[in-house]
């Protein structure tokens, strides 16, 4: 298993640097590093807000769905799907927003 950005920082955080080259590549090291991690936190952040987005399009579509001209006897039994799903898809939404 590789290193994590977080352990390669504190293991280029722990280097003795002799000559002013040396900190300077150590400092650059880091700072590209922390660069990385940010844009990763800044793409994982916007794909969790594009998956919010589609299930709740999806979620709206199924509540918007129609069941009116289901056979009478299966009425219900397509409404407590629907709201099921739609249900489902507000726990998913919810755990994406860490709510």
């Known amino acids: ?7 390669a920082i504190e293991f280029f955080n722990g280097l003795e640097c002799h000559t002013p080259q040396a900190k300077d590549a150590r400092d650059v090291a880091i700072d590209t590093m922390r660069k990385y991690q940010q844009l990763q936190a800044d793409y994982e952040n916007r ?3 594009d998956m919010v987005a589609m299930l709740t399009d999806i979620q709206l579509e199924i509540e918007e769905l129609d069941v009116s001209d289901v056979v009478p006897e299966y009425q219900d039994g397509a409404e407590e799907t629907r709201e099921y799903i739609s249900d489902l898809l507000q726990q998913k939404i919810d755990a994406l927003k860490g709510e």
């Open 47 to 49: 794909l969790k807000a």
């Open 1 to 7: 298993m590789g290193m994590t950005i977080d352990k």
